[in-house]
T-cell receptor, first 118, second 111 residues
Framework: DAGVIQSPRHEVTEMGQEVTLRCKPI?????LFWYRQTMMRGLELLIY????????DSGMPEDRFSAKMPNASFSTLKIQPSEPRDSAVYFC????????????????FGPGTRLLVL | GQNIDQPTEMTATEGAIVQINCTYQ??????LFWYQQHAGEAPTFLSY????GLEEKGRFSSFLSRSKGYSYLLLKELQMKDSASYLC????????????FGRGTSLIVHP
């Protein structure tokens, strides 16, 4: 398996521009997560999906952020308009289950997208 | 809510043993994960503890005490490639079983 795939790996944009980050989870995984990582705040959960349905988006910082999962193999995280404070590494992760116990519930992270908003 | 604490940075010598601590305060508990993250890379799974005690996996071991809200990751025979950030993550059933991550401990191994 190729693992979780994210694109682009790096993105540099100017303030006010729209940014779209893409993710392909591991086939067969029911859960998909979007995280943001910064030095100041660490790894923060933004939103997660179960079987393509958004379950909890309470971590999404503002209305400028939106995420979709149109099918089991693709998800996007969009920032519009982007701001310099959005600069961070954005990780997508997937997981087969979320039931109690068991190593198989670990999350598998993609390589991340490094976003720099100037 | 959840509160997870780890030291920000640690240094150690190649060949030595280092213990990275993690304390947590959560309303519920359903497992603790340790992840390793090399600079510029994604976190990768190291260990999982849900019962008290020590789990050993080669040079790495992880310990859990649920009553104390405490875990540690023990790295033996340190190698230069062990220089990385180590993330503690706690799963709380009250949080829909989604792990919450600590801010990570940056470990620097020097010759």
């Amino acid at each position: 398996d190729a693992g979780v795939i994210q694109s682009p790996r790096h993105e540099v944009t100017e303030m006010g521009q729209e940014v779209t980050l893409r993710c392909k989870p591991i086939s067969g995984h029911d859960y998909l997560f979007w995280y943001r990582q910064t030095m100041m705040r660490g790894l923060e959960l933004l939103i997660y999906f179960n079987n393509n349905v958004p379950i909890d988006d309470s971590g999404m910082p503002e209305d400028r952020f939106s995420a979709k999962m149109p099918n089991a193999s693709f998800s996007t995280l969009k920032i519009q308009p982007s701001e310099p404070r959005d600069s961070a590494v954005y990780f997508c992760a997937s997981s087969p289950h979320l039931t109690s116990g068991g190593q198989q519930e670990t999350q598998y992270f993609g390589p991340g997208t490094r976003l720099l908003v100037l | 809510g959840q509160n997870i604490d780890q030291p920000t940075e640690m240094t150690a010598t190649e060949g030595a043993i280092v213990q990275i601590n993690c304390t947590y305060q959560t309303s519920g508990f359903n497992g603790l994960f340790w992840y390793q993250q090399h600079a510029g890379e994604a976190p990768t799974f190291l260990s999982y503890n849900v019962l008290d005690g020590l789990e050993e996996k080669g040079r790495f071991s992880s310990f859990l005490s649920r009553s104390k809200g405490y875990s540690y990751l023990l790295l033996k025979e340190l190698q230069m490639k062990d220089s990385a950030s180590y993330l503690c993550a706690v799963r709380d059933p009250g949080g829909s079983y989604i792990p919450t991550f600590g801010r990570g401990t940056s470990l620097i191994v020097h010759p």
